[in-house]
């Protein structure tokens, strides 16, 4: 089991994001006490869970109140005893532009330990961490799971079949842009339902995870919740399928 294999998870949960040109929608989509529950496949194997949490928060950054997001993420079965994981990742975000103040992950996997912070300055254009400071290229910069709500939160009514977006998030040591281009409309099989979504394709770097001409594909509701659905890719060795388990606390009825 390697340890990228949690990051690749996150990745598959939150990198749907879109541009900051699409506009938010004018009714929140997700509230406080939201929670969905994922599964990592490694084939026909399922080697990590994840949880995604919308919690209420007494924080202020700027006199400004936020939601705190949480997600924590464990291998499971065999995996797990070849290779424990236990990551927990925080984002405290701002109430109406859901933009990230504050982010940190607390990294357990095996015998390797690893604490990072990084304070967002957005209008400052940019990102304070302990593993130094960073320019940002625009006032909308995020982390991975801020990344996933506010990509949420877009306004997608006018979205055509091949269009592409970018968003910029901050990932250990720098900034990258992200390119996700839209695929159209499916249904979607899984475990709280047969949903109608919107596919996706974000781009993807080659490297020690993926294949050269790997394509990532992620499926979210067609509904007022946006929820990720499904996920999948192909890697060096087999493939990995996200599938969600659970869905409570939604804002809206789900599929609708």
């Known amino acids: 089991m390697k340890p990228q294999m949690i990051a690749l998870m996150l990745s598959l949960v939150s990198l749907f994001s879109y541009a900051q040109e699409l506009p938010l929608k004018k009714d929140p989509i997700f509230m406080e006490g939201e929670v969905l529950r994922y599964k990592l496949k490694y084939g026909?194997?399922?080697?990590?869970?994840?949880?995604?949490?919308?919690l209420g928060s007494d924080l202020k950054f700027d006199n400004k109140?936020?939601?705190?997001?949480?997600?924590?993420?464990?291998?499971?079965?065999?995996f797990d005893i070849f290779y424990k994981i236990?990551?927990?990742?925080?984002?405290?975000?701002?109430?109406?532009?859901?933009?990230?103040?504050?982010?940190?992950?607390?990294?357990?996997?095996?015998?390797?330990?690893r604490h990072d912070k990084a304070r967002f300055y957005q209008d400052s254009k940019k990102v304070v961490a302990n593993r130094g400071t960073f320019a940002t290229p625009t006032t909308q910069t995020f982390d991975l799971v801020s990344a996933y709500y506010f990509a949420r939160s877009l306004d997608m009514t006018n979205l055509k079949i091949g269009e592409?977006?970018?968003?910029?998030?901050?990932?250990?040591?720098?900034?990258?842009?992200?390119?996700?281009e839209y695929m159209g409309k499916e249904m979607v099989k899984s475990k709280i339902g047969n949903i109608r979504c919107l596919k996706f394709s974000p781009s993807i770097k080659p490297g020690r995870i993926f294949k050269k001409d790997s394509r990532l594909y992620l499926w979210i509701t067609d509904d007022g919740n946006r929820v990720p659905v499904k996920a999948e890719v192909e890697i060096l060795v087999g493939s990995v399928t996200m599938e969600i388990q659970s869905a409570a606390g939604l804002r809206y009825p789900i599929g609708k």
């Open 65 to 78: 109140p936020t939601y705190r997001l949480v997600v924590d993420a464990q291998t499971s079965g065999t």
């Open 44 to 54: 026909f194997i399922t080697a990590a869970e994840a949880t995604i949490k919308v």
């Open 164 to 180: 592409k977006f970018k968003l910029n998030y901050f990932l250990g040591d720098e900034i990258s842009a992200l390119e996700i």
């Open 86 to 113: 236990r990551d927990h990742y925080d984002s405290y975000i701002d109430k109406t532009d859901l933009t990230p103040y504050f982010y940190q992950e607390n990294i357990r996997e095996a015998s390797y330990r």
